[in-house]
């Protein structure tokens, strides 16, 4: 069974910046379509961005184009989200997914999931 694990998390200040990383490991090559959510209490998870198989594809969420950048490493097989510009509505829990299709990661609900690691940004 695939595995993803989250790290990078902390907190921050509003203005500073955040890298997160997600190693996958044991994962059908296939399934190879990255992406980030993120879920705060109360709320439902909602989707960051996410990263083609190829890289030349990504997707970000409205709130956060512009900010937040997510790259790949095959050679290491890890996905990052370079997040700048924090803001206090960033704060939440972050959870690397994966899947066959990058469509699928922002248009339904990913089938891996990682166990999330959190971010707080004060003001």
């Known amino acids: 069974q695939g595995k993803l694990v989250e790290s990078g998390g902390g907190l921050v200040q509003a203005g500073d910046s955040l890298r997160l990383s997600c190693a996958a490991s044991g994962l059908n090559r296939n399934v190879n379509a990255r992406g980030w959510y993120r879920q705060t209490a109360g709320r439902e998870r909602e989707f960051v961005a996410s990263?083609?198989?190829?890289?030349?594809?990504?997707s970000y969420a409205d709130s956060v184009e512009g900010r937040f950048t997510i790259s790949r490493d095959d050679s290491k097989n890890t996905v990052d989200l370079q997040m700048n510009d924090l803001k206090p509505e960033d704060t939440a829990t972050y959870y690397c997914?994966?899947?066959?299709?990058?469509?699928?990661?922002?248009?339904?609900?990913?089938?891996?999931w990682g166990r999330g690691t959190h971010v707080t940004v004060s003001a």
């Open positions: 990263i083609s198989w190829s890289g030349d594809r990504t």
């Open positions: 997914v994966a899947d066959l299709f990058f469509e699928t990661l922002r248009s339904a609900v990913p089938s891996f």
